[in-house]
């Protein structure tokens, strides 16, 4: 039986992706929400794009109306603590109160392993881990996966994602490089994961029969872990900085001691943030993807033409 899937922030990172993954399912009706920018979508009956802002819960009203199931790619990464709030603590809340009014059978919300906080942690089960954030905008996603599980919808928790289109991670890692003038060689071991692989797992969620049930917290990443070194010598590679001598972690603090947040990224880099991430793709029947260290490689020629451009750094 045909769906109809509605996608928030289908004109972001994750989103985008999130659209082509859904376009790919042509006995899926699809409508398209986006705030600002715009979003390429095919002139198809099925297809449709509606404008709303998740800071205003007079826009979000309606939105769910005679839709199946929501994909919730939308949420803001910086900013102040009121902007953070209102999309996505109030916004979503405002979203699953909609989508419960009119009778949506499935929310999937895209989060992020942030929500747990520093760590290290290694190899955990979401059930075996706390919800920790320590930063305002990972309090706010987590206070978002509140309202979507109390809703008993699906919340999917990635760690690294990247791909063309990253504007955090892969540049986040290049900023760093940057201040030091070389990588780090003890660093920690990360979970990451390609963003067509997870826009595939997302919609895969959100498209699954009805009766399954994917209520809960999921991991989604590679199975395979990736050593922060790996990352940074593929980084390396696309700056053209090949060749540089590795410093070790305390080296690294030493020279970003002026710059504290240079030293918080490095500070993430160098413990382990990896998790347990085999079952979803099981629970979905679904591709990993790539693992990251050959991963990365497809995509760095669109990382090379992107690094000479302002970076930003942030989770």
């Known amino acids: 039986m045909p769906q109809h899937l509605l996608i928030t922030g289908a004109n972001g990172f994750i989103g985008r992706y999130a659209v082509r993954a859904a376009l790919a399912r042509p006995e899926t009706r699809i409508r398209l929400v986006r705030h600002h920018g715009a979003v390429t979508a095919p002139a198809e009956d099925r297809v449709r794009v509606v404008r709303a802002d998740l800071a205003d819960a007079a826009s979000v009203a309606g939105l769910c109306r005679g839709v199946d199931t929501v994909l919730h790619c939308a949420s803001r990464v910086g900013g102040t603590e009121a902007e953070l709030r209102a999309v996505n603590e109030a916004g979503t809340a405002a979203l699953v109160a909609d989508a419960q ?47 979507v599980l109390a809703a008993g919808g699906t919340v999917l928790r990635p760690h690294l994602v990247y791909g063309t289109g990253d504007r955090w991670v892969v540049p986040g890692l290049a900023l760093l490089i940057r201040h ?136």
Do not use: K
């Open 180 to 315: 030091l003038g070389a990588p780090v060689a003890d660093t920690g071991v990360h979970s990451a994961v390609e963003v067509s692989a997870l826009a595939e797992a997302a919609v895969g969620a959100a498209l699954a029969d009805p009766d399954r049930d994917l209520a809960g917290a999921h991991h989604v990443n590679h199975p395979d872990p990736v050593p922060g070194a790996v990352l940074m010598e593929a980084v390396c590679g696309a700056l053209g900085t090949e060749g540089a001598a590795p410093l070790a972690a305390e080296q690294a603090r030493a020279r970003l001691r002026e710059n504290p947040r240079a030293l918080h990224h490095l500070d993430m880099l160098t413990a382990d943030h990896w998790f347990a991430s085999t079952s979803v793709w099981r629970l979905l029947g679904q591709d990993p993807g790539p693992e990251p260290a050959r991963g990365l490689l497809g995509h760095l020629p669109w990382y090379r033409e992107q690094l000479g451009s302002p970076v930003h750094a942030g989770r």
């Open 101 to 147: 009014r009119h009778g949506v059978h499935r929310i999937v919300y895209v989060s992020t392993a942030a929500v747990y906080g520093r760590g290290p942690f290694r190899g955990a089960e979401p059930h075996e881990l706390a919800v920790r954030p320590a930063s305002a905008t990972s309090t706010t996603r987590a206070a978002a996966e509140r309202s």
